[in-house]
């Protein structure tokens, strides 16, 4: 069955980013697709800030990323760059662990003119990781995404259809491509 590791690096809880990540993990499963959600910010911050590469809390999201098909990684944009939870969680992982999978990247702001913080910032570090297979980033900002009364989120129609478009894409890649995954 094709495995998806979807990366909430939000250190806020509820967030606009994590609840793409939930809007888009609904979708998939849909897709018939296994998905594991995490989010960094729930890991010991000892761990992080330490380095602990050992630590016993990083067992599960490693073996998930190890038998990953896919990964989404999502993650609010502060100061031109994705948070520093994130950074953290990254460090941890071992290298070249996105070897072989598709890699999604979701990024939200404040403004526009964030936007190519994904492409200067973030995308090195999948690289670094391993990541060949990286498929167009989502970028929204906040006024796309907007909270209702019940606590559910609400996409504007434009942000809806560019991340439907790419997780059909992300659903394509992982079914036609399994030989991508597990090569390690």
């Known amino acids: 069955m094709t495995h998806i590791l979807a ?62 098909d896919a990964v989404i990684i999502a993650t609010p944009i502060y100061k031109a760059s994705y948070t520093g939870v994130l950074k953290a969680f990254l460090d941890l992982l071992p290298q070249k662990s996105l070897t072989g999978k598709v890699v999604l990247p979701i990024a939200t702001g404040g403004t526009i003119a964030h936007l190519l913080a994904v492409e200067y910032a973030l995308k090195p570090i999948l690289s ?9 980033t989502i970028y929204a900002v906040d006024k796309q995404i907007q909270r209702q009364d019940d606590g559910s989120l609400r996409l504007d129609e434009e942000l809806e259809q560019r991340l439907n478009e790419v997780l059909k894409e992300l659903v394509k890649a992982v079914k036609r491509s399994p030989e991508l995954a597990h090569v390690n």
């Open 7 to 68: 990366i909430a690096g939000s250190p806020s809880h509820p967030s606009r980013t994590y609840g793409i990540l939930e809007y888009a993990t609904k979708l998939l499963k849909q897709e018939g697709l296994d998905i594991d959600l995490i989010s960094v910010r729930d890991f010991p911050a000892e761990d992080l800030i330490f380095g602990r590469y050992d630590s016993p809390a990083l067992e599960a999201p490693k073996a998930s990323l190890a038998k990953a």
């Open 128 to 136: 670094e990781l391993g990541a060949r297979h990286i498929l167009s």
